[in-house]
């Protein structure tokens, strides 16, 4: 089978050493990958595992230029930026291919849903969401139904130092380049959705801290925050910060009984493969379990069953309203700069308030819940003690298994 990997750049890199070590087990030949970009060039990532392999830098700039083969036994694996995926997309599709890898953020515009639903519905398609093919969110959903949880809270935080990747115009297309929404946060979105289920709406969204380009350009790739609710009454936080100096990948899950869950994710990056990966079970500071992993490659693990379910004859669908209702989430956020406070109501943040109170009298030595620690750290504080009272994970409807420990939270609170 052959593969056409669109887009030379770190996500295309991601992507081939996946495929790499699939050659390595002799389910694929590295020969029979091709690279198709328009600047004729792979990044330095790409090249630099191209050279490893001892692989020739062969990248095509049109499709008219690869090399022969079958349309409906090659997959076309879309590397490419959000803006540019679908209408791709449909080109490709077009063109007769069959069979596609797409990368996230996946967006469509309103004038393409019609084509892009008569493309997924004929087309054998996989969608990139690697971190749940990590063993950490296994470990994560093992868990929940081990210990039959109901979440009502879902935090995470995907931060790192992009700044050098965002000035090098990486994730741009040829109109726009990428807010802060569209790079670690679609991550963020399928993995709430897939621990909370189907978000309903945002609450809260908001940018701060833009880059400039040389070229004095402002770019949207500073901080960011979404906070909203899923269908089924829970709600999530989802915090990016771009200009961070060490990369963060976690994952705090709390429960109607008290229980809740710290994971942390591997990063997909070979460069930073040292970087370890675990999971705690926790009662307020108390660990009563945890599961570490001295390596956990999500990215071999999507790649690997997408081209399972891509050479097999099953049809491999993907969903086309979940796709719509992501693409939606993200685009509320993007087309809302300045962001937008939430609005009045009668929720209370009484078990989120309370846990961050708890967190900073506690001192949470044994490091349970340092990531959201860390989150507030990092927010102006005035604008966090705005936000959090939006947030009612339903859990005033039962009666704690213990009484909330604090003040309420407010600007004082956490001066």
């Not at 990044?43 to 409906?72: C, H, I, Q, S, Y």
């Amino acid at each position: 089978m052959d593969v056409v990997i669109v887009g030379a750049g770190k996500a295309g890199s991601l992507h081939y050493r996946a495929y790499s070590h699939l050659a390595r087990s002799g389910r694929l030949d590295r020969n029979r990958i091709q690279f198709l970009d328009p600047v004729r060039k792979a990044g330095p990532e790409l090249a630099g595992l191209l050279r490893r392999d001892n692989v020739a830098e062969r990248v095509m700039a049109t499709r008219e230029e690869l090399a022969p083969g079958a349309p409906e036994s090659t997959i076309i694996d879309l590397c490419l930026p959000s803006r540019t995926l679908a209408p791709v997309l449909l080109e490709w599709w077009r063109a007769g291919y069959r069979k596609f890898v797409i990368e996230k953020p996946f967006t469509v515009a309103p004038e393409l849903i019609d084509d892009v639903r008569r493309v997924l519905e004929t087309s054998q398609a996989v969608l990139v969401r690697n971190y749940l093919h990590s063993q950490v969110h296994g470990a994560v959903r093992d868990l929940i139904e081990l210990h039959d949880l109901d979440p009502v809270l879902c935090v995470t935080n995907f931060s790192k130092d992009r700044r050098a990747d965002n000035l090098r115009g990486r994730g741009a297309s040829g109109t726009a380049s990428p807010t802060v929404f569209e790079v670690e946060m679609p991550h963020q979105l399928y993995i709430g959705t897939d621990l909370l289920g189907e978000p309903e709406r945002v609450e809260y969204a908001e940018d701060l801290d833009p880059m400039v380009a040389p070229d004095g350009t402002p770019l949207r790739l500073g901080e960011g925050v979404i906070v909203g609710r899923a269908a089924s009454g829970a709600a999530f936080v989802h915090y990016s910060n771009l200009h961070y100096p060490t990369i963060v990948r976690s994952l705090d899950l709390f429960s109607r009984d008290g229980l809740s869950i710290h994971a942390t994710y591997a990063p997909i990056c070979e460069e930073l493969a040292d970087i370890k990966a675990g999971v705690m079970l926790c009662r307020g500071s108390t660990v009563i379990s945890k599961k570490l992993f001295t390596s956990d490659d999500n990215m071999l693990g999507m790649i690997s069953e997408a081209f399972t379910r891509l050479s097999a004859a099953a049809p491999a669908r993907v969903d086309l309203a979940q796709v719509l209702r992501d693409s939606a989430l993200i685009r509320s956020a993007v087309g809302d700069a300045a962001g937008h406070r939430p609005g009045p109501g009668t929720g209370r943040g009484d078990v989120l308030q309370g846990w961050v109170v708890d967190s900073f009298k506690l001192g949470l030595g044994a490091g349970v819940g340092q990531a959201f620690l860390a989150f507030l750290e990092q927010r102006q504080r005035a604008r966090l003690a705005g936000m959090l009272p939006a947030l009612d994970p339903a859990f005033h409807t039962v009666t704690p298994a213990a009484p909330l420990l604090g003040e309420r939270l407010t600007r004082e609170v956490l001066a």
